[in-house]
């Protein structure tokens, strides 16, 4: 459990039936079958409040990374959440770098991973992951180290 400055956040088990409900659940790309245990329903002073969950990467030199998603129900949504939430799966996944992928017109998403520390990739990296088909040309990738 973790306390924000005003709430008490914790992860609980991955529940496909909340994953469901959520409006914009389109935004996550898993879970997939068998990587439940990657992904969390986020409770909120106990209320269901959102799913967030990782996907490792491929490359096993990185098994301390994994590729974030978060969908928070509306009602939470700009109450500086997602950066205790992001501390919590990192810690317990034992995460050092986290990657996010957000499209270019989600300025809100945007803004509110810069202001928790993720930082763009270089034009030049985006490019390449591009050209890999890694990254869609509506998208934009994001870093951020754990310490």
Avoid: C
Avoid at 4 to 14: E, P, Q, V, W
Avoid at 58 to 64: A, E, I, Q, S, T
Avoid at 109 to 132: N, Q, T, V
């Amino acid at each position: 459990m973790m306390f924000s400055d005003r709430f008490a956040i914790t992860l609980s088990d991955f529940n496909q039936e909340f994953f469901d409900s959520l409006d914009d659940n389109y935004q996550i790309k898993g879970p997939a079958l068998g990587q439940e245990q990657y992904f969390h329903t986020i409770l909120v002073d106990g209320l269901r409040a959102g799913v967030v969950g990782y996907l490792p990467p491929r490359n096993v030199l990185l098994d301390d990374a994994g590729f974030v998603q978060i969908v928070l129900a509306p009602e939470f949504r700009g109450r500086g959440l997602i950066g205790p939430i992001y501390e919590l799966l990192a810690e317990r996944h034992g995460l050092k770098t986290l990657y996010g992928t957000v499209t270019k017109k989600n300025t809100l998403s945007l803004r509110a991973h810069e202001k928790i520390g993720f930082r763009l990739l270089s034009e030049e990296k985006m490019a390449d992951l591009r050209r890999r088909g890694l990254l869609g040309e509506d998208e934009v990738r994001l870093e951020k180290e754990i310490s």
